[in-house]
């Protein structure tokens, strides 16, 4: 058992219904503090939706989040602002990428800064020295990360031109910005090569052990999940299937059967000559 | 040749003054699954829009089954046997799924085959059955996934371009994707150009393979010989777990330029 | 070509980027400031209507081209702005009061028109700020006990520390303070925080959202700061024509605003100002051309629309991004020059998708 | 008595506004952009039809005809030569262009020597006829709108929901890039469109000419029309006729039982006032993106 | 100093007309009314050795653009006076720019009161306003019909508030008071609930601060709905377009008026030769709108005539002031001017429609 001061997010017996579909149904599970926890589970198995509902973008029909980052003790996520998730310190990518393609990747990373606004209005009209000083720090925080992803080819170009690779880091870059203490990604290595895919690995051990941030992450690469996952969550059908380090979530016989498929015999694919 | 289904010579396209692919050539053959490989940027989403007509080339010609399409209208180009699979799904978020793969079959005309084909995508992936009525917008993103590609096979074309079919897909159904391409590649005689991040898939799916880097082509062989390359095993095909590359953070260079 | 090396944080947040900004901006403020002696009373009145649409369309465009909001209603806060003016000033409110005054009831005004605004988008938004311009010019009409109603309603000169500025120099250089300042304003607030969750929202609304902005809270911010620049703009409007009637702020002055953001070049501060000038600049231009065509042609009347939306297609056909993006390309080419390729401005092929989904 | 006259006339004026929503859903569906020339291509029609009958003196239902296909052709035409340049810029460059067409077709129109800064009827046969119902008062030449938008309705209805080119237009409004892709000839359905667009304005435009008359700026009435579209739901064209009958039926009872001023914002009043019940108009779907 | 807009050959007259906005049509005829004096002065003569030279600018209606307009005309062509301007808040908006440089606003085209109240040394108007019309023919009106309850419709902006303000003062003199009154906003088209309330105020006289097509619309849904009151319309609805778009449903209603129309197959016979003058001329038949633009430039002449060679503001003011024009073939009343009473005359007839023409059935109508 873990204690309870271990746990940076619980969801509790969370459902949510989209007409005749059940998409999540009863999921529990706990993210404790400084773990990378991982969701796998068949395509629409609820995964993303989990997400939607831990950053408001939903709201479950029955169920709880509850949040333990605050100092002053757990916070019903249920009960808060979609605007107020990121300030409490949860950010996370999406899975189709939404990034401000008509802004330059700074430009991107600095919106990341928003929830560290100091200025006031009518100091910024001014641009009084304060809000001078303010800009000067966000562009330095800015600068950090895009030195830790290596962004720095891109940092003034425009999204709307830039490879899916790269727009994938630059989520990343944005949500890292924040400064979260929990980070949600929904599939970090779709759309990057095998290559790319392990700098991903290594920037998720840096993000985790370096900054201590906790990570929620849904992926499909099994070898990036078993590389990077302190535990596993398999879902299907929006149910859960079942929990534990990865190892062992990937020997249970029903994740193979609904989820893993015989992956590394690609023999059925050869031509017969 | 006369079984060379699309041939591309020396093309070049640009995105304003950038340049994606620079002078690229190559050959797809009637019957054959040809893949694409190359890391991020390299310029292979590029190859497929200009061959399919969604970008203008810069230099160069492009012909499908003996006939010139450089630079033509893509409604046109489709209408001649190709059909895309675009990168990042692009189905209809409105349309139901039923009708976003009616839109896939728009070209053809025999209502019996239209039929027929729609009965083997619900057969290929059983989820589209279900949600036939639900907007394509509320699917998850493998879902789509299925749904763009289940919309290119409605089309009954002879050349299929697959943009990272398996893009999103859970592990079990990146498999039987590709076991659906190579069927349908057997079965119906479809050719395929393949993009894939999934080198081992790819490389094993197809039958010839082009590697890209900078928007250029850097090696070009049949899948058996690359897979036996030392630099496409480092790069590409890294190999289960730990990978070849394991816990060294330092990236070798590639040795093909 | 210019390279610029930056080697401090600072230099990416200053205004004039290099020297060449410094050196042309001051000649314009020269020839802003000397501009009473140095063009005649016809031009100089013609140039005092540009700033007061350029305050004007600055409103706007941080609404339309930043924050992505359309309104087809802007003539209400235009409206709104100078009956305030009038209303104070012929009450013998100090003109600077007026004027602030008349800024922040516009912005009030904004605040409730942000009210039905933060549920709905793109065509919705469109049509609600339409209507909230027609029900606003219909409280000028009807509210006769203080708009003087359909009459119209006489401003009189502004006073400024007991000294009239009614005439045309001192009304211009009163335009052209308060358009220098605003336009400091808006480039201030553009490039700290407020300006760039504005920028967030047009993009994407869901990821802004995650990125911890307040969507109802910057809308209706974008809502009043741009209303409280047309109120301005409105004040000096009045004044300039010193007689305002309802019908001077209805649909069509709200549809000529727009144009005037979208022909400027939406998206850019300058558009702002390009536009007005070409908002104002247009019939002049086209009632000197008249005199060489032919009359059955030349004197018809109508002939101004055909013009007007003649040019309106063939700047949407030609220059999607307007006059400021007409200039840029111009200055790109003249930096690039002799080395200029052919393709760089060539249009993409592109492809829309639903905006219905944002 | 008297209720029920106004709730008829109410109907009759709700149904104008109806017809002329049904051409801004019509083009909403299939090409998501607003157009603000739609009231300008319904004066164009009336006063072909008005030059078919005043000029060549042809009989009504021949002059008729040749205005609606005379202005679907230039609705083809106008796709072709100012709106297919730019297809694929953003929506509201689109809106634009159609404010600049809206412009320049009044602007030609009012340039017509002798006819185009008059005013002028339309002599269709069953002008100032009214069928009387005990008290009540109906007129034919409203009559005749209401059969007509009722017609309309249906027929672009069943040519949405069922018909491979409808689907198809819908699909290329959603995202033109995978209507390429499917091989839909979105250029060519975009003429199509606009063409047909041109033609339900033309038919708009010579049923409103025995009210309204015929002149250079008959098309400002689609003003009124933009709230009817709202209030139904603007991608719906059942909710073009609804919205434009709540409208007609709230102004007809406003302008008798409320004060002066009511009965001209009142429509947009109810607009502003279902945009914050119901964002999305009465039929509208409720949409959000799925992340 | 050398007077703006006059020199050793020319007088500069400047006019401001809608030409592309929504009174595009009377304002073309007002030019083309004034084009033909022109005309005719530069052809037969001249005044003192000077030909006229007309400049016309386009407001669309737009007060902004009446501004530059005048602006324009003043600063860069320098006329020596404005004349005919039409609209009100146009006229309001451009009046101060042309004070500022000591020029005259001639015989505008708007009756309102504004145009020669307050009082200016600048400010000429010509006609009847609204407001007189109005208050001058509704008592008479009421006693010929011995009508019970009056009624108004009116257009809700300035024109229609005069007509309205006309009519409660006119009934003041009759000792009544308005039984109902109901507004439209300008470009309406759909009266029926007006002319619901007011048939269910049981109105027997109804007063139109109507233009055109709404004067059609409320008399035609009248008839429609069996309601038959007496109608009684300003100057602004006395034009041909009346009975040539209301057809036979328009028989019957009156209206005030200050010119008469100019029918080209009119009874008098300078009336009839000055309408086909016009007609071959500008290709379209005459309104009233070419008689105000007409009669403006040609009580200019008159008055320039009298100011003498010495043509400049002050002695244009000068000759003004002391001017009686007399009834002339339209049927205008005399109309005289002081130093202080700038409103030529207040008078105005009455007309109605008998067999889709217009006839006039009153004389002058006087307090
Ligand atoms: N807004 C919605 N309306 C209706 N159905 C929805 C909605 N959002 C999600 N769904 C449905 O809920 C199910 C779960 O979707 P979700 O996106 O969470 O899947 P996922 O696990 O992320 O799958 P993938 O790996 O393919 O992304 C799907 O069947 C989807 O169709
Ligand atoms: N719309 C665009 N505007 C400008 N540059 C672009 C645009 N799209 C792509 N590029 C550039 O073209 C190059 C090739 O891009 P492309 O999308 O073809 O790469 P890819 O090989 O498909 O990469 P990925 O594996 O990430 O999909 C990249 O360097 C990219 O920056
Ligand atoms: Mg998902
Ligand atoms: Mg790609």
Same mark, same amino acid.
């Given at each position: 058992? &873990?204690?309870?001061?271990?746990?940076?997010?619980?969801?509790?017996?969370?459902?949510?219904?989209?007409?005749?579909?059940?998409?999540?149904?009863?999921?529990?599970?706990?993210?404790?503090?400084?773990?990378?926890?991982?969701?796998?589970?068949?395509?629409?198995?609820?995964?993303?939706?989990?997400?939607?509902?831990?950053?408001?973008?939903?709201?479950?029909t029955?169920?709880e989040?509850?949040?333990?980052?605050?100092?002053?003790?757990?916070?019903?996520?249920?009960?808060?602002?979609?605007?107020?998730?990121?300030?409490?310190?949860?950010?996370?990518?999406?899975?189709?990428?939404?990034?401000?393609?008509?802004?330059?990747?700074?430009?991107?990373?600095l919106?990341?800064?928003?929830?560290?606004?100091?200025?006031?209005?009518?100091?910024e009209?001014?641009?009084?020295?304060?809000?001078?000083?303010?800009?000067?720090a966000?562009?330095?925080?800015?600068?950090?990360?895009?030195?830790?992803?290596?962004?720095?080819?891109?940092?003034?170009?425009?999204?709307?031109?830039?490879?899916y690779?790269?727009?994938?880091?630059?989520?990343?870059?944005?949500?890292?910005c924040?400064?979260?203490?929990?980070?949600?990604?929904?599939?970090?290595?779709?759309?990057?090569?095998?290559?790319?895919?392990?700098?991903?690995?290594?920037?998720?051990?840096?993000?985790?052990?370096?900054?201590?941030v906790?990570?929620?992450?849904?992926e499909?690469?099994?070898?990036l999940?078993?590389?990077?996952?302190?535990?596993?969550?398999?879902?299907?059908?929006?149910?859960?299937?079942?929990?534990?380090?990865?190892?062992?979530?990937?020997?249970?016989?029903?994740?193979?059967?609904?989820?893993l498929?015989?992956?590394?015999?690609?023999?059925?694919?050869?031509r017969?000559a | 040749?006369?079984?060379?289904?699309?041939?591309?010579?020396?093309?070049?396209?640009?995105?304003?003054?950038?340049?994606?692919?620079?002078?690229?050539?190559?050959?797809?053959?009637?019957?054959?699954?040809?893949?694409?490989?190359?890391?991020?940027?390299?310029?292979?989403?590029?190859?497929?829009?200009?061959?399919?007509g =969604?970008?203008?080339?810069?230099?160069?010609s492009?012909?499908f089954?003996?006939?010139?399409?450089?630079a033509?209208d893509?409604? #046109?180009?489709?209408?001649?046997?190709?059909?895309? +699979?675009?990168?990042?799904?692009?189905?209809?978020?409105?349309?139901?799924?039923?009708?976003?793969?009616?839109?896939?079959?728009?070209?053809?005309?025999?209502?019996?085959?239209?039929?027929?084909d729609?009965?083997?995508?619900?057969?290929?992936?059983?989820?589209?059955?279900?949600?036939?009525?639900?907007?394509?917008?509320?699917?998850?993103?493998?879902?789509?996934?299925?749904?763009?590609?289940?919309?290119a096979?409605?089309?009954?074309?002879?050349?299929?371009?697959?943009?990272?079919?398996?893009?999103?897909?859970?592990?079990?159904l990146?498999?039987?994707?590709?076991? =659906?391409?190579?069927?349908?590649?057997?079965?119906?005689?479809?050719?395929?150009?393949?993009?894939?991040?999934?080198?081992?898939?790819a490389?094993n799916?197809?039958?010839?393979?082009?590697?890209?880097?900078?928007?250029?082509?850097?090696?070009?062989?049949?899948?058996?010989?690359?897979?036996?390359?030392?630099?496409?095993?480092?790069?590409?095909? *890294?190999?289960?777990?730990?990978?070849?590359?394991?816990?060294?953070?330092?990236?070798?260079?590639?040795?093909w330029? | 070509?210019?390279?610029?090396?930056?080697?401090?944080?600072?230099?990416?947040?200053?205004?004039?980027?290099?020297?060449?900004?410094?050196?042309?901006?001051?000649?314009?403020?020269?020839?802003?400031?000397?501009?009473?002696?140095?063009?005649?009373?016809?031009?100089?009145?013609?140039?005092?209507?540009v700033?007061?649409?350029?305050i004007?369309?600055?409103g706007?465009m941080?609404?339309?081209?930043?924050?992505g909001?359309?309104?087809i209603?802007?003539?209400?806060?235009?409206?709104?702005?100078?009956?305030t003016?009038?209303?104070?000033?012929?009450?013998?409110?100090?003109?600077p009061?007026?004027?602030?005054?008349?800024?922040?009831?516009?912005?009030?005004?904004?605040?409730?028109?942000?009210?039905?605004?933060?549920?709905?988008?793109?065509?919705?938004?469109?049509?609600?700020?339409?209507?909230?311009?027609?029900?606003?010019?219909?409280?000028?009409?009807?509210?006769?006990?203080?708009?003087?109603?359909?009459?119209?309603?006489?401003?009189?000169?502004?006073?400024?520390?007991?000294?009239?500025?009614?005439?045309?120099?001192?009304?211009?250089?009163?335009?052209?303070?308060?358009?220098?300042?605003?336009?400091?304003?808006?480039?201030?607030?553009?490039?700290?925080?407020?300006?760039?969750?504005?920028?967030?929202i047009?993009?994407?609304? =869901?990821?802004?959202?995650?990125?911890?902005?307040?969507?109802?809270?910057?809308?209706?911010?974008s809502?009043?700061?741009?209303?409280?620049?047309?109120?301005?703009?409105?004040?000096?409007?009045? #004044?300039?024509?010193?007689?305002?009637?309802?019908?001077?702020f209805?649909?069509?002055?709200?549809?000529?605003l727009?144009?005037?953001?979208?022909?400027g070049?939406?998206?850019?501060?300058?558009?702002?100002?390009l536009?007005?000038?070409?908002?104002?600049?247009?019939?002049?231009?086209?009632?000197?051309?008249?005199?060489?065509?032919?009359?059955?042609?030349?004197?018809?009347?109508?002939?101004?629309?055909?013009?007007?939306?003649?040019?309106?297609?063939?700047?949407?056909?030609?220059?999607?991004?307007?006059?400021?993006g007409?200039?840029l390309?111009?200055?790109?080419?003249?930096?690039?020059?002799?080395?200029?390729?052919?393709?760089?401005?060539?249009?993409?092929?592109?492809?829309?998708?639903?905006?219905?989904?944002? | 008595?008297?209720i029920?006259?106004?709730?008829?006339?109410?109907?009759?004026q709700?149904?104008?506004y109806?017809?002329?929503?049904?051409?801004?859903?019509?083009?909403?569906?299939?090409?998501?952009?607003?157009?603000?020339?739609? *009231?300008?291509l319904?004066?164009?029609?009336?006063?072909?039809?008005?030059?078919?009958?005043?000029?060549?003196?042809?009989?009504?239902?021949?002059?008729?005809?040749?205005?609606?296909?005379?202005?679907?052709?230039?609705?083809?035409?106008l796709?072709?030569v100012?709106?297919?340049?730019?297809?694929?810029?953003?929506?509201?460059?689109?809106?634009?262009? &159609?404010?600049?067409?809206?412009y320049?077709?009044?602007?030609?129109?009012?340039?017509?020597?002798?006819?185009?800064?008059?005013?002028?009827?339309?002599?269709?046969?069953?002008?100032?006829?009214?069928?009387?119902?005990?008290?009540?008062?109906?007129?034919?030449?409203?009559?005749?709108?209401?059969?007509?938008?009722?017609?309309?309705?249906?027929?672009?209805?069943?040519?949405?929901?069922?018909?491979?080119?409808?689907?198809?237009?819908?699909?290329?409004?959603?995202?033109?890039?995978?209507?390429?892709?499917?091989?839909?000839?979105?250029?060519?359905?975009?003429?199509?469109?606009?063409?047909?667009?041109?033609?339900?304005?033309?038919?708009?435009?010579?049923?409103l000419?025995?009210?309204?008359?015929?002149?250079?700026?008959?098309?400002?009435?689609?003003?009124?029309?933009?709230?009817?579209?709202v209030?139904?739901?603007?991608?719906?064209?059942?909710?073009?006729?609804?919205?434009?009958?709540?409208?007609?039926?709230?102004e007809?009872?406003? *302008?008798?039982?409320?004060?002066?001023?009511?009965?001209? &914002?009142?429509?947009?009043?109810?607009?502003?006032?279902?945009?914050?019940?119901?964002?999305?108009?009465l039929?509208?779907?409720?949409?959000?993106?799925?992340? | 100093?050398?007077?703006?807009?006059?020199?050793?050959?020319?007088?500069?007259?400047?006019?401001?007309?809608?030409?592309?906005?929504?009174?595009?049509?009377?304002?073309?005829?007002?030019?083309?009314?004034?084009?033909?004096?022109?005309?005719?002065?530069?052809?037969?003569?001249?005044?003192?050795?000077?030909?006229?030279?007309?400049?016309?600018e386009?407001?669309?209606?737009?007060?902004?653009?009446?501004?530059?307009?005048?602006?324009?005309?003043?600063?860069?062509?320098?006329?020596?006076?404005?004349?005919?301007?039409?609209?009100?808040?146009?006229?309001?908006?451009?009046?101060?720019v042309q004070?500022?440089?000591?020029?005259?606003?001639?015989?505008?085209?708007?009756a309102?009161?504004?145009?020669?109240?307050?009082?200016?040394?600048?400010?000429?108007s010509?006609a009847?306003?609204?407001?007189?019309?109005?208050?001058?023919?509704?008592?008479?009106? =009421?006693?010929?019909k011995?009508?019970?309850?009056?009624?108004?419709?009116?257009?809700?902006d300035?024109?229609g508030?005069?007509?309205?303000?006309?009519?409660?003062?006119?009934?003041?003199?009759?000792?009544?008071?308005?039984?109902?009154?109901?507004?439209?906003?300008?470009?309406?088209?759909?009266?029926?609930?007006?002319?619901?309330?007011?048939?269910?105020?049981?109105?027997?006289?109804? +007063?139109?601060?109507?233009?055109?097509?709404?004067?059609?619309?409320?008399?035609?849904?009248?008839?429609?709905?069996?309601?038959?009151?007496?109608?009684?319309?300003?100057?602004a609805?006395?034009?041909?377009?009346?009975?040539?778009?209301?057809?036979?449903?328009?028989?019957g209603?009156?209206?005030?008026?200050?010119?008469?129309?100019?029918?080209?197959?009119?009874?008098?016979q300078?009336?009839?030769?000055?309408?086909?003058?016009?007609? &071959?001329?500008?290709?379209?038949?005459?309104t009233?709108?070419?008689?105000?633009?007409?009669?403006?430039?040609?009580?200019?002449?008159?008055?320039a005539?009298?100011?003498?060679?010495?043509?400049?503001?002050?002695?244009?003011?000068?000759?003004?002031?002391s001017?009686?024009?007399?009834?002339?073939?339209?049927?205008?009343?005399?109309?005289?001017y002081?130093?202080?009473?700038?409103l030529?005359?207040?008078?105005?007839?009455l007309?109605?429609?008998?067999?889709?023409?217009?006839?006039?059935?009153?004389?002058?109508v006087?307090?």
């Amino acid at each position: 058992m &873990t204690s309870s001061s271990d746990v940076l997010l619980s969801a509790k017996d969370l459902s949510v219904r989209f007409g005749g579909v059940l998409a999540v149904n009863k999921v529990s599970f706990d993210v404790r503090r400084g773990e990378v926890f991982t969701l796998i589970g068949p395509n629409g198995a609820g995964k993303t939706t989990v997400f939607n509902l831990i950053s408001r973008i939903y709201t479950p029909t029955m169920g709880e989040i509850t949040w333990h980052g605050e100092a002053a003790g757990p916070l019903a996520l249920t009960q808060q602002a979609p605007h107020a998730i990121a300030a409490l310190g949860i950010a996370r990518t999406f899975q189709n990428i939404e990034l401000f393609e008509h802004a330059t990747v700074l430009h991107n990373l600095l919106i990341g800064r928003h929830t560290h606004r100091q200025t006031g209005f009518w100091s910024e009209v001014f641009f009084t020295p304060a809000t001078r000083r303010a800009e000067v720090a966000a562009r330095e925080k800015a600068e950090q990360v895009i030195d830790l992803l290596d962004l720095q080819h891109h940092r003034d170009s425009m999204v709307a031109g830039l490879p899916y690779g790269v727009r994938k880091v630059v989520e990343l870059a944005r949500a890292l910005c924040t400064e979260p203490k929990l980070l949600l990604l929904d599939e970090p290595s779709s759309g990057l090569n095998v290559e790319e895919t392990a700098d991903m690995a290594f920037w998720i051990q840096d993000i985790q052990h370096e900054l201590g941030v906790s990570v929620l992450m849904v992926e499909h690469d099994m070898s990036l999940v078993s590389k990077v996952s302190d535990r596993v969550l398999a879902m299907n059908m929006g149910e859960v299937l079942a929990t534990g380090t990865p190892r062992e979530v990937q020997a249970d016989a029903r994740v193979v059967e609904a989820y893993l498929g015989t992956v590394d015999d690609v023999s059925s694919l050869r031509r017969v000559a | 040749m006369t079984d060379v289904v699309l041939q591309l010579l020396n093309v070049e396209s640009a995105y304003g003054p950038i340049k994606a692919i620079r002078g690229v050539s190559l050959k797809v053959r009637q019957g054959e699954i040809v893949t694409v490989l190359g890391s991020n940027g390299a310029g292979k989403t590029t190859i497929l829009k200009t061959i399919s007509g =969604i970008i203008d080339p810069r230099k160069g010609s492009i012909e499908f089954q003996g006939k010139d399409i450089t630079a033509k209208d893509p409604a #046109h180009i489709v209408q001649q046997g190709l059909s895309h +699979v675009p990168e990042g799904r692009e189905v209809f978020p409105l349309l139901s799924v039923k009708d976003n793969l009616l839109m896939g079959a728009y070209t053809r005309k025999d209502r019996d085959g239209v039929a027929r084909d729609m009965e083997s995508v619900y057969a290929y992936f059983p989820i589209l059955r279900e949600r036939a009525t639900q907007d394509a917008g509320l699917l998850s993103g493998g879902q789509q996934q299925m749904l763009a590609i289940s919309r290119a096979i409605m089309a009954a074309p002879h050349l299929i371009l697959l943009d990272e079919p398996s893009l999103g897909l859970s592990p079990k159904l990146t498999k039987e994707i590709f076991e =659906i391409v190579v069927r349908i590649n057997r079965e119906r005689g479809t050719t395929i150009l393949l993009v894939e991040q999934n080198a081992n898939m790819a490389l094993n799916a197809s039958d010839h393979g082009y590697v890209l880097e900078n928007g250029r082509i850097v090696m070009e062989d049949t899948c058996e010989r690359l897979r036996e390359k030392e630099d496409i095993k480092e790069f590409y095909l *890294g190999v289960k777990d730990d990978g070849v590359r394991g816990e060294r953070r330092w990236k070798k260079k590639k040795t093909w330029r | 070509m210019r390279f610029i090396f930056k080697t401090s944080y600072d230099q990416d947040i200053r205004l004039a980027r290099h020297g060449g900004h410094v050196f042309w901006y001051g000649l314009l403020a020269a020839f802003l400031v000397v501009a009473p002696w140095a063009i005649d009373e016809y031009w100089l009145a013609q140039l005092t209507f540009v700033l007061i649409y350029g305050i004007v369309g600055l409103g706007l465009m941080l609404l339309a081209g930043f924050t992505g909001q359309f309104s087809i209603g802007h003539a209400a806060f235009l409206g709104a702005g100078a009956y305030t003016q009038g209303v104070l000033t012929n009450l013998g409110v100090p003109f600077p009061m007026a004027l602030l005054a008349a800024a922040a009831l516009s912005a009030a005004v904004g605040v409730v028109v942000a009210l039905p605004a933060l549920r709905v988008k793109g065509i919705y938004l469109g049509i609600a700020t339409l209507s909230f311009g027609f029900i606003v010019e219909e409280v000028f009409a009807r509210w006769e006990s203080v708009t003087g109603g359909n009459a119209g309603l006489h401003v009189k000169p502004p006073q400024l520390f007991g000294w009239s500025l009614g005439s045309g120099n001192g009304f211009y250089f009163l335009c052209l303070v308060v358009a220098v300042l605003s336009t400091l304003g808006i480039l201030n607030l553009l490039r700290s925080p407020t300006g760039r969750a504005f920028v967030a929202i047009r993009d994407s609304e =869901i990821s802004a959202q995650s990125m911890g902005i307040h969507l109802a809270r910057y809308k209706t911010m974008s809502f009043a700061i741009s209303a409280a620049l047309a109120g301005l703009g409105g004040a000096l409007y009045a #004044h300039k024509l010193s007689f305002i009637s309802p019908d001077q702020f209805n649909i069509l002055q709200s549809i000529d605003l727009l144009l005037m953001v979208v022909i400027g070049g939406l998206g850019s501060v300058h558009g702002a100002f390009l536009g007005a000038i070409f908002l104002i600049a247009m019939p002049q231009l086209i009632s000197m051309g008249k005199d060489w065509l032919p009359a059955v042609v030349g004197q018809a009347p109508g002939l101004q629309g055909l013009v007007y939306g003649v040019v309106l297609i063939a700047f949407v056909l030609f220059e999607p991004l307007g006059l400021y993006g007409r200039w840029l390309k111009i200055r790109t080419w003249l930096q690039l020059f002799p080395f200029y390729r052919k393709g760089l401005f060539k249009r993409q092929k592109s492809f829309t998708k639903s905006d219905r989904l944002r | 008595m008297q209720i029920l006259q106004l709730l008829l006339s109410g109907i009759a004026q709700g149904c104008i506004y109806g017809l002329i929503a049904l051409g801004f859903v019509l083009i909403y569906k299939a090409t998501e952009t607003v157009s603000f020339a739609q *009231g300008d291509l319904m004066m164009l029609g009336a006063f072909g039809a008005f030059a078919g009958m005043s000029l060549f003196g042809l009989p009504f239902w021949l002059a008729a005809l040749l205005a609606v296909v005379a202005m679907a052709a230039f609705g083809v035409l106008l796709e072709l030569v100012v709106i297919r340049p730019i297809l694929g810029q953003p929506q509201f460059s689109i809106v634009m262009l &159609t404010i600049g067409i809206a412009y320049v077709a009044r602007g030609l129109i009012t340039m017509v020597p002798g006819i185009g800064t008059d005013t002028h009827t339309l002599p269709v046969p069953y002008k100032d006829q009214i069928w009387k119902l005990g008290e009540l008062v109906v007129n034919l030449e409203q009559l005749a709108i209401i059969v007509a938008t009722a017609i309309l309705c249906a027929l672009l209805f069943a040519m949405f929901r069922y018909s491979k080119l409808g689907i198809a237009m819908q699909a290329s409004s959603q995202n033109q890039l995978a209507a390429y892709y499917m091989g839909i000839p979105v250029k060519r359905l975009n003429g199509l469109v606009w063409g047909l667009a041109a033609a339900v304005a033309a038919i708009a435009g010579m049923l409103l000419a025995p009210i309204t008359f015929v002149h250079a700026n008959m098309g400002f009435i689609g003003l009124k029309a933009f709230p009817a579209a709202v209030v139904g739901g603007f991608g719906s064209l059942p909710g073009a006729i609804v919205g434009g009958l709540v409208i007609g039926i709230v102004e007809s009872f406003a *302008g008798f039982y409320l004060p002066d001023g009511f009965k001209d &914002t009142a429509p947009y009043i109810v607009v502003l006032l279902m945009l914050m019940i119901k964002p999305n108009g009465l039929f509208g779907e409720k949409l959000r993106k799925k992340v | 100093q050398q007077q703006q807009g006059v020199g050793k050959d020319e007088i500069r007259i400047g006019t401001i007309q809608d030409l592309s906005g929504p009174l595009a049509g009377f304002g073309k005829q007002a030019r083309n009314g004034m084009q033909l004096r022109v005309d005719e002065l530069n052809e037969q003569g001249s005044i003192n050795g000077r030909k006229l030279k007309l400049f016309v600018e386009d407001s669309g209606y737009d007060p902004k653009k009446a501004v530059l307009a005048a602006q324009k005309l003043v600063n860069q062509e320098k006329i020596f006076i404005m004349a005919g301007h039409i609209g009100t808040a146009q006229n309001m908006a451009a009046m101060p720019v042309q004070f500022e440089k000591n020029i005259v606003n001639f015989m505008p085209i708007t009756a309102a009161r504004e145009m020669y109240e307050p009082l200016n040394r600048l400010k000429y108007s010509f006609a009847a306003t609204y407001y007189d019309q109005i208050r001058l023919a509704l008592p008479k009106m =009421i006693k010929e019909k011995g009508a019970k309850k009056v009624c108004t419709i009116y257009q809700d902006d300035e024109f229609g508030l005069e007509v309205q303000r006309g009519a409660e003062a006119g009934l003041k003199t009759a000792g009544m008071e308005l039984a109902e009154k109901t507004s439209f906003k300008r470009g309406a088209t759909d009266f029926s609930s007006q002319v619901a309330k007011m048939k269910a105020a049981n109105c027997d006289l109804v +007063v139109l601060g109507t233009i055109i097509r709404e004067t059609i619309g409320t008399v035609g849904e009248a008839r429609k709905t069996g309601f038959n009151p007496t109608f009684l319309g300003s100057s602004a609805s006395y034009t041909d377009l009346i009975h040539k778009l209301g057809g036979k449903a328009m028989d019957g209603i009156y209206a005030t008026m200050t010119v008469q129309n100019p029918y080209t197959d009119e009874q008098s016979q300078p009336l009839r030769f000055w309408a086909n003058k016009y007609k &071959t001329k500008f290709n379209e038949d005459p309104t009233v709108f070419s008689v105000y633009g007409y009669v403006i430039i040609d009580s200019f002449i008159k008055a320039a005539q009298k100011a003498g060679p010495n043509l400049t503001t002050d002695s244009f003011i000068k000759a003004m002031d002391s001017m009686t024009f007399e009834p002339d073939m339209f049927g205008s009343p005399k109309s005289s001017y002081t130093a202080t009473k700038r409103l030529g005359n207040d008078q105005s007839r009455l007309s109605q429609i008998k067999d889709g023409k217009w006839v006039v059935v009153s004389d002058y109508v006087t307090p």
